[in-house]
Structures are given as C-alpha cells and as structure tokens.
C-alpha cells in the first residue's frame, strides 16, 4: 500500500457511513488539497454504491469550507439505483460543519454510438522533461506527493512569456498549463480515487497568465466536476506517469474556470474535469 491509498482509507461505521483521517501531508495554502479530498469522498461513494460493474462516470464536489487535519465523517447516500446507472450523495463533515459536498453516477457500460474528436497534445515524453522542485523550502506539502515533469504552457510560479507547443498552438498570452504526473512514492495502481486527485493536482493555469502578480497566493477551488472517460489500461504500466493539460478562457468577478484533461502515454483519454476557483 503506497502513501495515497493510506491516506485515502475509509473505515466503515455503518448506515452510509464512514470516517476518515485528512492528512496534513496533501496541503496546500489554506487547507487540504481538493483533488484529495475529492479522492476521499470518492473512496466512501464506491464503497456505499458496492457494485464494482458499475464504474464511476461522473463526481461533483462542492468545497464549503477547509477541513482540518484529522479525523472526518463522510455521510453518503443511495438517491437512487436504476437498472444501470446508480446516482449516489456523500457528504464531508468535520466539527459539525459540512466541509465539502458530492455528488456521483455510476454506471455499467451501455451501448451507444462512439466517436473520438480528441487528441492529446504532441509534448514532450515524460523522459525528456525535468522533474520539478522536490521537497525543500517553500514547497508546499503536496507538491512532495507529486512527481511532475512541466511540459506545456509556460513554467507556473516563473516565465509568463509561454512557449509554443505542437498539437496545442502558441500558447503566449494564455493561461494554459500541465506536464507529466504520478506518485512520488510507490508509484501504484491508477484507479478512479487518484484520478480525481490527479485533476487538482497541478498548479492552476491561471498561475501562468502574464497578469498572475495580482493574483492572491491560493485559487481555492468552489467546485469541481470529474468525467471518468475510460479506465486505465490493464496492460499499461501503472509506474507511467500520466499527461495532465489544463486551459482557462475566462477570469471575472473574481473566479475563474478551469478545463482539464489526462492521458495515458499512448494517448487514450482517461479524464475530462472542471472547476470554478476563486481568483483575485
């Protein structure tokens, strides 16, 4: 067991509900991060739903407020369970306050027509990228659970004058960003949980905006929306690092969005994500 599926146990209580432990080593500004904790609410959904046919599709978290470290309840709840698809709630809750807020589908596989409009971007391999500061100091605890290679858009936190990427276009002047990305340590199986932590993982586009010097030092997430586009592949090495890209077109009244994708090596497209964050 590596130190992501340790951090992310849930212990069973009953009814629908489970405790868990957030821990301090997935900071980052102001509290824990929220692909962390959408990894966490996500582990006490699959559990509730108990029917590993039906895979997760789609996760939207709503962060209420910053839990803190330590112990958490997750209350989840059956809405409802169809003949395919089964829709299910999960709540976070901490001190008698509701930290964050969920809501989840799952589904077997259902027939439909199929097409593939996508490609990822033409970056870089993984072993042509330099590996990103590791830990040291100010270097917030999540970055030392991430390996990460920069590979797209300009470096965040230093050069704003973008670079020109093939498959992507010149992204000079645009807040675009994303790399390469797995587990620091023990580097293990890539399941649903660690794919909705790898869609927060990266440090937001916006921090590669030429305007960036306004922006305050945390983009807390206000929610956060997860499609499970295929699982990863059984052959593939589970030791590869995945290619995480992330675009904003819009910043206004103070928040801004955030469109994400991830990839395998080969290029299958295993996520597509959003979110809103607080901006300014």
Known sequence: MNRFERDTQIEMLGDGTFQVEIDRGWWIVRGPNGGYIAAL?????????????????????????PPAAGAAIVQTSIERAGRSLTTASARLEQDGKLRALAVAAFSTPRPGPEFDHLSMPDVP??????????????IISLRQRYESRHALGAPPFGDTTGQAVAGVGDTTGQAVAGGWIRLAED????????????????????????????????????????????????????????????RSHYSRDGFVEEDGEIWTREGRLLVQCRQLAVVG
């Open 125 to 138: 391999p993984p072993e042509a990228c330099e590996i990103a500061p590791g830990p040291g100091e100010g």
């Open 187 to 246: 580097p293990g199986p890539i399941d649903a949980a660690l794919l909705a932590a790898y869609s927060d993982a990266w440090p937001p586009a916006i921090f590669t905006y030429p305007g960036r010097e306004a922006i305050a030092a945390g983009v807390p997430t206000v929610d956060l929306t997860v499609h499970f586009r295929a699982p990863y592949p059984a052959e593939a090495d589970p030791r590869d690092p995945v290619l995480v890209v992330f």
């Open 41 to 65: 609410l996500l582990r006490a959904l699959e559990a509730a739903v108990d029917d590993p046919a039906r895979i997760p599709r789609s996760l939207t978290v709503h962060f209420t407020s």
